[in-house]
């Protein structure tokens, strides 16, 4: 069993950037395969990016991809979301995930622990 808890969301202008970091409890966390997933107001979850456990897959969604980067330390227990270059469409509630299977990474469905979730705020 992993917990998750993200931390670093916040208001920031068009153009900015922002980082976010989700923190995992546990002692299996280099097993994991961690995601980023986000929701959009009024809108359904969707994938953002994802990690493989030592780092060798990378994902990422095509409006993000050039813009984000995702990245882990095991020895940390954490994984961030350094987003860059923010748009207003970036708005929504971000959420850290983590799963055991090393396939389907960018399906919602697939991941059995989330966190809570924090929001960003881009303003125009």
């Known amino acids: 069993q992993v917990q998750l808890v993200e931390s670093g969301g916040g208001l920031v202008q068009a153009g900015g950037s922002l980082g976010l970091s989700c923190a995992a409890s546990?002692?299996?966390?280099?097993?994991?395969?961690m995601g980023w997933f986000r929701q959009p107001p009024g809108k359904e979850r969707e994938f953002v990016a994802a990690i493989s456990w030592n780092g060798g897959t990378i994902l990422y969604a095509d409006s993000v991809k050039g813009r984000f980067t995702i990245s882990r330390d095991n020895a940390k227990n954490t994984v961030t979301l350094q987003m860059n270059s923010l748009k207003p469409e970036d708005t929504a509630v971000y959420y850290c995930a983590a799963r055991l299977a090393n396939y389907g990474y960018t399906r919602i469905d697939l991941y059995p622990h989330w966190g809570q979730g924090t929001q960003v705020t881009v303003s125009t």
């Open positions: 546990g002692r299996t966390f280099g097993s994991y395969i």
